[in-house]
């Protein structure tokens, strides 16, 4: 609804402001209406490009957010935190119990998806790294010789890449 609500207002405005272009092509000759034709033109295709940008961010946003409330939420994750931490506290890096195995994986993969999507922009980067920050940091650094372990038992070199890449590109600019 919200989006409809947003599109039905830049459509209002765009009417309104359309409206000069409209009179000014009833009362012009032959010659003026082939460029007030081709300025409404220039005008709908600004009207809709900016609308295009203006949701693609709205997206990203929005995907962003459904990350956020995942993380939060998700009690497999939760328990893949706790993992990752208690293997940090521990030192042990090679996990027997399958159990926690899968909750440590889950996590990964979550962060590996989030990753993804940042990189490729189709989650919004910036308010991401507002809100996890610290999280995403820490769980790369506490699973890391998890990851090097895994890369090198299945010789799988690009294994969790994307939340690798993220992580120290996050590390090298920190938030301000």
Not at 68 to 76: I, L, P, V
Not at 147 to 164: C, D, G, V
């Amino acid at each position: 609804m919200r989006g409809q609500a947003w599109l039905l207002k830049r459509l209002v405005v765009f009417v309104l402001l359309s409206i000069p272009f409209l009179i000014f092509f009833c009362y012009a000759n032959d010659r003026n209406r082939a460029a007030i034709s081709f300025g409404f033109t220039i005008w709908g295709a600004t009207f809709g490009l900016f609308t295009y940008l203006s949701q693609l961010q709205t997206k990203r946003r929005e995907k962003s957010d459904d990350f956020f409330n995942t993380y939060r939420t998700d009690a497999k994750l939760k328990v893949g935190m706790e993992n990752v931490h208690r293997m940090r506290e521990t030192g042990e890096v090679s996990l027997v119990d399958s159990n926690e195995r899968k909750s440590v994986l889950a996590l990964l993969n979550f962060f590996e998806l989030m990753c993804s999507a940042i990189l490729i922009n189709a989650a919004d980067e910036f308010t991401l790294k507002r809100l996890m920050f610290t999280s995403l940091i820490a769980s790369f650094r506490s699973a890391e010789p998890f990851i090097l372990q895994m890369r090198k038992a299945n010789s799988m070199p690009t294994i969790f890449q994307s939340f690798e890449q993220v992580a120290e590109r996050w590390e090298r600019h920190p938030l301000k």
